[in-house]
Every structure is written in C-alpha cells, then in structure tokens.
C-alpha cells in the first residue's frame, strides 16, 4: 500500500491531484486545512493537505495494465510474536512471483485475533524480569482476563465493517478485499487521530502496516498487526526495580500541578506496605509550604520519615545517614519548563549525588496536557535530564495520544500511569496492552 498527501487551493483539488496520480482506486485517509502563517495570512487564503492511499496492485493497473503481473514478497516485520507466513504456498523459492491475472496468490488463513493478542500478550509478560514480572502480572495481567481485553476491539470488527452475512440477499459487494482492508486502514487512521496521536506517528505505523497489505488478507490479521507494531513502539515498561545497592535514590521531576507529590505517595506505599522495603522521603520543594504538608501527612500514614533539604550540600548529608533504607524517594519544586532557575537548581541537586549512589529521574506529566505545551516541556527536560515517564491523570481524559507522542518524541521509557487520587490504589505499572487496545478504539 502506498500512503501519500496531496495539496490544493481547495480539498477538491488536492482531492483531484491524489485520484489523478493514484487512480482511481486511491482513499482519502485524512484532510486538513492548512491556515497560513505569519504578517501576511490575513491576506493569504488556507490550503487543503489530503492523505490518501492505494495498494500497489491498484497503481499497476492504472499505469500499465497487463494479464501478468509480478510481486515481490514484503521482508517479514519484526514482531514479539510468530506471525503467519504470508508467503503464497504453492511456491517455495525466493525472488519474484508471477502470478496471472485469473490466478491471485494463495495465502494461508491468518490465526484469529484472540490467538494472536493472546501469543503477543504471554510473550511479552514472559520477556521481563522475574521480578517486574511479577508485579506487572500483579497489577494489570491475567490470562483469564484476554477475553475482556480485546472484546471492544472484537466489537469495533462487527460495528464497522460489513459483513457478507449483513447485506440483504441478492445484493452483491460492490469492492474487491482489498479495497474492505483499505477502509478499514482508513477506518484505523482516524481512530488513531480523535485519540489525538500525532499524524506523523499514525503514517509510521501505516507504512509498515503496509508490508502485510497484500491480497487476501483479513482486516483480523491486519489489526493484529497494528496492534504487534503499536505494541513494540510503547517498548517494555521500567518501573523503580530494588537492587542490593542501598539506598536507591529516585527524583521526580516535572511542571506544577501534574501530582507528583500523590504519585510519590503512591510508590512509596507501595514499597513500604505491600513491599515491605524501609523507604524515606525527601523533599525539596520549598517554594510551596502545602507540598511539604502534603508530603508530611503521606509519611506520617506510612510511618516513615520525611526530611527537607535546601541544597544539593543538605541531600548529600541526608544520603550519607540513609544506608539502612532501601529507596529515598525525593520531590523536588514543580515549576514551570520556562523557569531557568528554577530548572538549574534542580539540575545541580540531581547532578551532585555522588555516584556511589544509584539514582533515576521521572518526568511526571499529565495525560490532560496539550500536546503543543508537552513538545516544549520535552524539549528543556530531555536537555538536562535523563528521565523515565510517568503520566498522571489519565481518568480525566478520552484522548491518550500523548502518551505514544510522547514515548517516541523523547525516546524515553514509561514506568507507571495513575488515574485517581486514591493513595495507594490508583496507580500501575503502564499498561501497554490496555493503552493500545484505548488508542484503537476499544475500552
């Protein structure tokens, strides 16, 4: 399949320019108006941007039409899971195969979605660590629970697509399977644009969605694949793991108002109740009074000490007395990503921890954030700091494209989602199952 935009004075005309050049058989995937920039837009008029796509079989027969035809097997994605074999089975050999016209090329029933989700999902959970194994299939994996996970994506098949079962007796479909698979690609597209991923991600997963896009296949292999592809983009979550180094130091870092100080209280009761690890808080947030006060009545309920430090001199004396704690937990100032002094004094006190210490940083962000605010809160963070992903407040949001923009615009990994203020219920380690299963339309 081949994904490409299109430009005109007016939709219809960009709409023209994708049909003139990929025939008749293209899709419009997406249109958007582009307003004009700068002094001079009040006198300029907007223009339209148009995603369309065409599967390769359609372009060949616009351009050059011919009983035979000849297609190149697709190098196999990398995928956490086997995939069936989409090679044609009555040829063995590599390299070209041609294929008349009257005779499409035979491809072996894909496995059903169930079975696929299912092989990706004990695949992945047996990937990780014993110990963050554990605690993951602990907070959010079941295999008694498979059915519940994709049943909204088995139902978004059956509500968008029609079925040959569904049509009134004696009507004919009117597409060939492909063109079924093409709506259903567009159908996805827009899916993933309300969910507000950024277009340019949703292309990238088009595009390699593109190398499973071949003649008889299901929309059930397809939307497995998507699902593999979105899966492999999220990458493993990195929740705090304990090491025999002690203590562990753990800064949380972010703009105000994301719930830094509730997510701290949140792990450390985690930790320290359900865990049993002697855990201590730090504070270095002396800017707001009621943080501290926040933070201090969480380490009262958890009867564990809470200490504020003024320096980086302070922390490090702190430190040296904490070796019999398992994990120092330490929040530091929220304030906003264009505060340069603000952001160097944090810097300094992550930065003089001395490295008999093992530390990490978490960037706390919140899931009701735009995105525009987000890719400038990326961009002074990633400069100074190297830091894991939190994301905060996911129940007051539909929309969690962000988190994938995120994820692949800094490259950085997700540990934990929370999603109420309930402490220590409302948090996990981030769900990747259950976020792409959201971001294809499920629930």
């Not at 007796?169 to 993933?192: T, W």
């Not at 006060?293 to 969480?298: I, K, S």
């Not at 923009?405 to 948090?427: F, H, R, W």
Request: hydrophobic share 35%; charged share 25%.
């Amino acid at each position: 399949m081949t994904i490409k935009k299109f430009q005109g004075k007016t939709e219809e005309e960009a709409t023209a320019k994708a049909i003139g050049e990929l025939g008749t058989g293209a899709v419009i995937m997406n249109v958007k108006e582009i307003k004009p920039k700068g002094l001079l837009r009040f006198f300029k008029e907007s223009s339209f941007e148009v995603t369309a796509a065409v599967e390769e079989a359609e372009i060949m027969k616009t351009v050059a039409p011919s009983p035979v035809r000849t297609v190149t097997p697709a190098p196999a994605a990398p995928a956490p899971a086997p995939t069936p074999s989409l090679a044609p089975t009555a040829t063995t050999t590599t390299g070209n195969i041609n294929v008349t016209a009257d005779e499409p090329i035979s491809i072996p029933k894909p496995e059903s979605v169930k079975e696929v989700f299912a092989s990706v999902e004990n695949t992945w959970v047996s990937s990780m660590p014993q110990g963050q194994r554990e605690e993951y299939k602990k907070d959010n994996y079941a295999e008694n629970n498979l059915e519940e996970k994709i049943e909204s994506l088995q139902s978004l098949l059956e509500k968008k697509l029609v079925q040959p079962s569904e049509m009134q007796k004696g009507e004919l479909p009117k597409e060939a399977p492909m063109d079924e698979n093409l709506k259903f690609i567009k159908m996805i597209y827009g899916i993933l644009l309300e969910n507000e991923v950024d277009e340019k991600y949703v292309n990238q997963i088009m595009d390699e969605v593109e190398k499973v896009m071949k003649s008889g296949i299901s929309v059930d292999y397809i939307l497995s694949s998507i699902y593999q592809k979105m899966i492999l983009k999220f990458g493993q979550p990195q929740p705090i793991m304990l090491t025999e180094r002690k203590p562990k130091v753990v800064f949380f870092i972010g703009p105000t108002g994301v719930g830094k100080t509730t997510t701290i209280a949140k792990i450390a009761s985690r930790f320290k109740v359900e865990k049993g690890k002697k855990v201590a808080l730090y504070t270095a947030d002396t800017y707001r009074i009621a943080a501290a006060e926040q933070l201090r009545t969480y380490a009262n309920i958890l009867n564990t000490p809470l200490d504020i430090v003024y320096s980086s001199k302070e922390l490090n004396e702190e430190l040296a007395n904490a070796g019999e704690f398992d994990l120092v937990l330490i929040d530091t100032a929220g304030f906003s990503h264009k505060n340069e002094e603000q952001r160097n004094e944090t810097k300094e006190l992550i930065d003089q921890v001395p490295e008999e210490y093992e530390k990490e940083v978490y960037l706390v962000l919140s899931a009701t954030t735009k995105y525009k605010d987000l890719l400038e809160i990326a961009d002074i963070y990633k400069d100074n700091f190297k830091f894991k992903l939190i994301f905060t407040k996911l129940d007051e949001t539909s929309c969690l494209g962000n988190i994938l923009n995120m994820k692949l615009y800094t490259g950085a990994d997700l540990s934990y989602t929370t999603y109420g203020q309930n402490v220590p219920e409302d948090i996990e380690i981030f769900n990747t199952q259950s976020i792409v299963k959201l971001l294809l339309g499920g629930k």
